[in-house]
Nanobody, 120 residues
Framework: VQLQASGGGLVQTGGSLRLSCAAS????????MGWFRQTPGKEREFVAA???????YYADSVKGRFTISRDKVKNTVGLQTNSLKPEDTALYYC???????????????WGQGTQVTVSS
């Protein structure tokens, strides 16, 4: 199983980036898929998740600015990040698990991260 994240980069405050994660090795059609982020010296932080039925979950810090989506056929999950702030700077990881509880508990499959850097 592989989760390949991409789309990170350097952007100015207020800018946008679209992150994408392609899953392979099995179908995640019935899984919850999500995103975490991590900065050096800190624990991985939940960002957003989307259930198999389309239920959405967001961290308070990104509500109204980030939008998660998925394509079950393509086995991908995306994260549209708008109105970016310097505090959004982090390594962003995608993840997949069978339940939202497993996602929040960081108990699912993980991909490598993609770096998002927001300059002030």
């Amino acid at each position: 199983v592989q989760l390949q994240a991409s789309g990170g980069g350097l952007v100015q405050t207020g800018g946008s980036l679209r992150l994408s994660c392609a899953a392979s090795g099995r179908s995640f059609r019935d899984y919850v898929m999500g995103w975490f982020r991590q900065t050096p010296g800190k624990e991985r932080e939940f960002v957003a998740a989307i259930g198999w039925s389309g239920v959405l979950y967001y961290a308070d810090s990104v509500k109204g600015r980030f939008t998660i989506s998925r394509d079950k056929v393509k086995n991908t999950v995306g994260l549209q990040t708008n109105s970016l702030k310097p505090e959004d700077t982090a390594l962003y990881y995608c993840t997949a698990a069978q339940t939202i509880a497993q996602i929040r508990g960081a108990l699912g499959y993980w991909g490598q991260g993609t770096q998002v850097t927001v300059s002030s």
